[in-house]
């Protein structure tokens, strides 16, 4: 409940930020202190502080899963913050404004990592939905932008039409909202309730950018001024994971078997596509955004295995993978050109940029001794776990291969081409951070469970 | 504490020559601390061999159940002997090369060493899965940047490849770990896995085709050529003398003794597998003019008679392919150390442009000529004794119903090699000095070093084996025992 509320009020507190001070650096330094208040409030959540004792009704349910995501959610939102922060000045004149937004949405996702009611993850999709079609607007005077922004709230508020749709089945059939009751007694799919699941799962695939849902993705992650895809393509990508797993853990976990083979079929889908097409982007901002599908396909596996495996691993996954998008992104915000071209020898010029991003790369491939081995390691292991999908576990591998040739595309640039020196502002604070990010990513590679065991360790031990 | 002192001593080096940026200190450097490996790998295996010094074990991930745990046995001495010997000797033959930036040269070379030996010394399957990957890494690095022309796409294909076969086999590992009886990633605990027959059908495959892809067995053998070609040879000489080696490790250590059933099962196929490319490599080999892709071609023939003796089960042949892990790697560093000298001096590998080096250079001569000698197998040379024990177990062998016309394939690509390796002498040492050969001098006094420590090893072994035979000799007989056990 801690994160609910105080993001809220930081969101209003921006707001008015941005009436009361023009100094961009104080709105900067209001918004990454507040937002650290924020992960402050949230982790003695988890210790039991509870600050706000509101009776929810049964429509939210705060367990360690949710909190811990929403540590991880915010914390990479703090390092967002801290490298980025600075690149949101440059999208347009309302600082202040974009912060809020950004707070609004963590309070979407503090709301759907904790919802046991439909109302309440109809609300919080919508809490996050929202300030997001503003942002991919914001650049004003760009006519991509504004492209992007109809297209992502069209096909969004669509894609909201049918989860409504079919929330209202699941209503019909169980007469609640509320995720125990139409758990309870449910163990076979009638015509009702199959109707309610699939327009269910329709609706949280194009969220998570599932084919055949996907066809959003790429231009509303192209469009969006580039600071923004950065928080759009990692935070809340992974938060409607959270938000997906939960739904159909909570709501049809009892008959997983009859669906499973269809949330297969769409996870291997979007690993193919994602990754095939990806292959052919000649921006990496662009390739960016279908490699944040072909991972959703990754991250699809917890859906498709749902066990414990799977949802440690959904963690991990997100702070993995969050941690080295964000940080790719914030190396190509330096760019102005963003095509693989424009990184060809980087590494000459900026040695730290390129070694960092490097290390970036290969998590996001899945190579040993960083996160991102581990990320897919869970997963793999959870559908091994299941049994019965093999053959994903298959595509799912090859799909992998298929990705290092779009990561090592921009290394091969980065390092063993030539090319038009960039001119590259840079402090030494950012490469600083860059460094530290990156650290982080090759330590957890190699004690993947020493961040979450210290979590445990400091609050229930 | 020994195969510990082995990972970290090259891999602090490593990291510390980063910030070394003179090329000379940074090849003084890189030298002694390969020296220092050397020291510790002989001393553990002659001096400290208690078990105690040998095995380490440290928890890692407890809750995977998987540890730090490294052990040396009989198989893993000699190869992490071989990698000991064999950088500093890379590094004192190729001293006078030149490359651009020296620094992350050496220090990725030495970070490779890390990988190599870790994977040799690693008895907890996802330690020897990390280490697998991490020796690629900075082999991707040094073949990308200090290659030839077309470095870049052939690394890459090379690293796709082995990629593509080390996630399959982290399938197989995730599967077996699953159903090991107390869900651990221990040796010990995969040895216990007893899996039905055709589970290890499939899952022989997954691993198989890992090994295959490193080794590297027909039809996955196309990386390997071209990478041997581009890469800079101080780098070849790695890839084909020691990492190689890590696919038949890998198979003779994490495939045979876990999947048992499946490979007697699928033997046949994969030695068949082997005997193609066998034959198909030596007969490209004899076609070839430039001399890195003729030795290229010959190792993949010499790596397919390994698997052969491998996947056609017997002891001795096991025994044999160990003794020759060994021995290849030494005699392959040893060719590559005659072609880099010829190139370095000529500028062209093409064996038609050379000729009468002979009479202009004997000591580099005869170095090439022992060192080829010794490739084919020739007695009292020490490919001889590996070679002669794995037909030996071809010929023997019980699980196969084709082992004869394996043998006499086998045999056939051996007289090929004859053929090729004899061929390369007489054109390049023989015949007519052209005009790029009319004023060649002769070696070094380092390079005559390490070629004559070679030379001395390379008779030595092979006139007296029986260290080497003994010190396999419980190795063999335990991954033998359990291949024996698990038969249903």
């Known amino acids: ?461 | 504490m020994i195969p510990v002192l082995l990972i970290v001593i090259p891999l602090v080096s490593g990291l510390l020559a980063f910030l070394i940026k003179q090329e000379k200190s940074v090849k003084v450097w890189s030298l002694v601390t390969s020296l220092i490996t050397m020291v510790v790998a002989i001393l553990g295996i002659a001096v400290l061999h208690k078990p105690e010094y040998l095995q380490t074990n440290v928890a890692w991930l407890p809750n995977l159940n998987s540890n730090f745990s490294l052990t040396m046995d009989g198989m893993s001495k000699l190869l992490c002997l071989l990698t000991g010997i064999a950088y500093p000797g890379i590094f004192i033959a190729t001293w006078n090369s030149t490359y651009k930036n020296p620094h992350q040269f050496y220090a990725l070379m030495l970070l490779m060493q890390t990988g190599l030996l870790g994977v040799f010394v690693a008895s907890d399957a996802l330690l020897f899965y990390f280490f697998w990957e991490l020796a690629l890494i900075p082999a991707y690095f040094l073949c990308s940047i200090w290659g030839g022309e077309r470095r870049v796409a052939v690394t890459f294909k090379f690293f796709i490849y082995t990629f593509v076969g080390s996630l399959l086999m982290l399938i197989g590992i995730i599967w077996v770990y699953l159903h090991t009886p107390d869900h651990s990633f221990a040796m010990t605990s995969f040895y216990k896995v007893n899996l039905p027959g055709n589970t290890q059908g499939w899952l022989f495959w997954l691993f198989f085709l890992a090994f295959a892809i490193k080794i590297p067995l027909w039809p996955f053998h196309t990386w390997q050529p071209d990478t041997y070609e581009q890469s800079p040879t101080a780098v070849t000489m790695v890839l084909s003398g020691i990492m190689v080696k890590m696919g038949v490790f890998g198979v003779l250590r994490w495939l045979a003794p876990v999947l048992p059933v499946g490979l007697w099962g699928y033997g046949d196929p994969a030695a068949t597998m082997c005997v193609i490319g066998m034959i198909y490599a030596s007969f490209v080999a004899m076609q070839q003019d430039d001399l890195k892709r003729l030795v290229a071609y010959s190792s993949i023939a010499h790596m397919g008679l390994m698997g052969l003796a491998i996947f056609v089960t017997s002891s001795i042949g096991i025994q044999g392919v160990m003794i020759q892990m060994f021995n290849h790697g030494i005699n392959i560093i040893g060719m590559w150390i005659v072609v880099e000298l010829i190139e370095r001096q000529f500028g062209t590998r093409k064996m038609s442009e050379l000729g009468g080096l002979a009479q202009k250079a004997p000591g580099l001569a005869i170095m090439l000529v022992v060192v080829a000698l010794a490739n084919v197998a020739l007695p009292l040379t020490n490919a001889f004794i590996g070679e002669f024990m794995m037909f030996n177990g071809v010929f023997s062998s019980k699980a196969s119903n084709y082992h004869y016309i394996f043998m006499v394939v086998g045999g056939i690509s051996i007289i090929l090699s004859a053929i090729y390796t004899l061929n390369m002498i007489q054109k390049v040492f023989y015949g007519n000095t052209s005009s790029l050969t009319a004023n060649a001098r002769d070696i070094r006094v380092n390079e005559k070093f390490v070629l004559a420590v070679l030379l001395i090893g390379i008779v030595i072994m092979g006139v007296y084996p029986k260290p080497m035979i003994e010190a396999t000799k419980h190795a063999v007989d335990a991954i033998y025992s359990k291949m024996f056990i698990k038969l249903p």
């Open chain 1, 1 to 461: 409940m801690n994160a609910i509320v105080i993001s809220a009020v930081l969101g209003v507190v921006m707001m008015f930020c941005g009436v009361f001070t023009n100094s961009k650096p104080a709105v900067r330094t209001v918004a990454v202190i507040g937002l650290l208040g924020l992960i402050i409030a949230n982790v003695l959540d988890m210790g039991g502080y509870h600050f706000f004792n509101v009776n929810v009704r049964g429509m939210l349910a705060f367990d360690v899963f949710g909190l811990l995501f929403n540590t991880i959610a915010f914390a990479a939102t703090w390092i967002y913050f801290l490298l980025s922060g600075r690149d949101m000045e440059r999208v347009g004149v309302n600082l202040a404004e974009y912060f809020a937004l950004i707070f609004f949405v963590l309070c979407g996702i503090a709301i759907v990592s904790a919802f046991n009611s439909l109302l309440m993850l109809f609300l919080g999709i919508e809490i996050i939905s929202i300030p997001l079609y503003i942002l991919t607007g914001s650049d004003k005077r760009n006519l991509k932008s504004n492209e992007a922004a109809l297209k992502y709230f069209l096909m969004g508020s669509f894609s909201t039409g049918i989860m409504l749709m079919g929330i209202t089945l699941l209503y019909g059939v169980k007469g609640s909202f509320n995720m125990d009751v139409i758990r309870a007694g449910s163990s076979t799919l009638t015509p009702m309730l199959a109707a309610g699941l699939l327009l269910l799962l329709f609706a949280m695939s194009f969220k998570v950018s599932a084919v055949p849902f996907h066809f959003w993705t790429p231009d509303a992650y192209d469009g969006s001024p580039t600071v923004f895809t950065s928080f759009m393509a990692t935070i809340v990508k992974v938060a409607g994971f959270i938000a997906f797993i939960r739904l159909f853990e909570g709501c049809f976990g009892e008959m997983h078997k009859q669906w499973q083979l269809l949330a297969a079929i769409i996870t291997a889908a979007t690993l193919f596509i994602g990754n095939i097409t990806a292959v052919f982007q000649q921006s990496v901002k662009r390739m960016l955004s279908y490699s944040s599908i072909a991972q959703a396909g990754f991250m699809l596996f917890a859906l498709v295995a749902m066990n414990n495996t799977a949802k440690e691993g959904l963690i991990f996954y997100a702070a993995a993978y969050s941690l080295a998008t964000i940080g790719i992104f914030a190396v190509l915000l330096k760019m102005k050109d963003y095509t693989f071209e424009g990184f060809n020898g980087l590494a000459k010029r900026q040695p730290v940029l390129a070694a960092t991003n490097t290390i970036f790369l290969l998590s996001l491939a899945g190579i040993p001794a960083t996160a991102g081995f581990w990320a897919k390691f869970y997963m793999l292991s959870a559908a091994i776990d299941n049994g019965n999908v093999m053959w994903l576990v298959i595509v799912g591998v090859l799909c992998a291969a298929i990705s290092v040739y779009y990561y090592f595309r921009v290394i091969q640039a980065m390092y063993f081409k030539d090319g038009e020196p960039q001119e590259i502002e840079t402090s030494r604070s950012f490469k600083g951070l860059l460094i530290v990010i990156a650290a982080a990513v090759v330590l957890l590679g190699i004690f993947p469970h020493w961040l979450i065991n210290q979590l445990y360790s400091f609050f229930y031990l």
